[in-house]
């Protein structure tokens, strides 16, 4: 098994609301990600879990707001987004912090809209 | 900062025709991996490489990691409509670097019409 989930798959959202993205895996990964996906781009890394700590915060502005309450599940907290958040949203997992030798697991992202 | 060079940016195949893609860098990479991406969908991984000169196949497709560690391609061989989409290489620069996977700009697989 080598899924990662996600919910929801679609989410719209105004720029005053408060949401939360969700991710699952059950491999026993201890590493996992938040990746941003503009249309017709390659992902960007947002933030990197490790061990259920964040590791790797890429200058990511605060109305983004990781969160892994444990080392099956991260969430992402989103308030005060802006129509320029609007985006697929993936999460990844690896089965250790990426040394070199691991495999980064994708799961099926939220498409996100900010109106 | 880093960048991976993916070529080409775009290409159509015909049904039964094989199809090759690549990425350099001027940067020594320690690990490559090759994934598709549907439309709305996340990055499925293909083909992971860890050693330079290593060549792997999974089904008809195949991946090798050059030898200069600058360099890797993906072959598809017989592609079928279902290879349509968005193969992007990715690639670590150096072990211990956290999260440092370093993305081609992809290469998109459409069908000639």
């Known amino acids: 098994d080598t899924e990662v989930t996600q919910t929801p798959k679609h989410l719209v959202m105004g720029m005053t609301n408060k949401k939360s993205l969700k991710c699952e895996q059950h491999?026993?990964?201890?590493?996992m990600y938040w990746y941003k996906q503009k249309a017709k781009k390659p992902p960007e890394l947002m933030f990197v879990?490790?061990?259920?700590?964040?590791?790797i915060n890429e200058s990511v502005p605060s109305r983004f707001s990781p969160e892994c309450p444990n080392s099956s599940l991260l969430n992402l907290h989103l308030h005060a987004l802006q129509p320029e958040d609007s985006a697929l949203y993936l999460c990844?997992?690896?089965?250790?912090?990426?040394?070199?030798?691991?495999?980064?697991?994708f799961g099926s992202g939220t498409q996100l809209s900010v109106l | 900062g880093q960048q991976l060079n993916q070529s080409p940016q775009s290409m159509f195949i015909q049904e039964g025709e094989d199809v090759s893609m690549n990425c350099t860098s001027s940067?020594?990479?320690?690990?490559w991996l090759w994934y598709k991406q549907d439309p709305g969908e996340g990055p499925v991984l293909l083909i992971a490489?860890?050693?330079?000169?290593e060549l792997t196949s999974n089904g008809r497709l195949t991946a090798q990691f050059g030898i200069t560690r600058k360099d890797s391609f993906l072959n598809i061989s017989a592609s079928i409509p279902s290879d349509v989409g968005i193969y992007f290489c990715?690639?670590?620069?150096?072990?211990?670097?956290?999260?440092?996977?370093?993305f081609g700009k992809g290469t998109k697989l459409s069908v000639k019409p």
């Open positions: 490489l860890y050693k330079a000169g």
């Open positions: 990844a997992s690896s089965q250790d912090t990426w040394t070199g030798n691991e495999k980064l697991f």
């Open positions: 990715a690639g670590q620069l150096s072990r211990g670097s956290q999260g440092n996977l370093i």
């Open positions: 879990y490790s061990y259920e700590k964040l590791s």
């Open positions: 491999m026993g990964h201890r590493a």
């Open positions: 940067s020594i990479f320690n690990t």
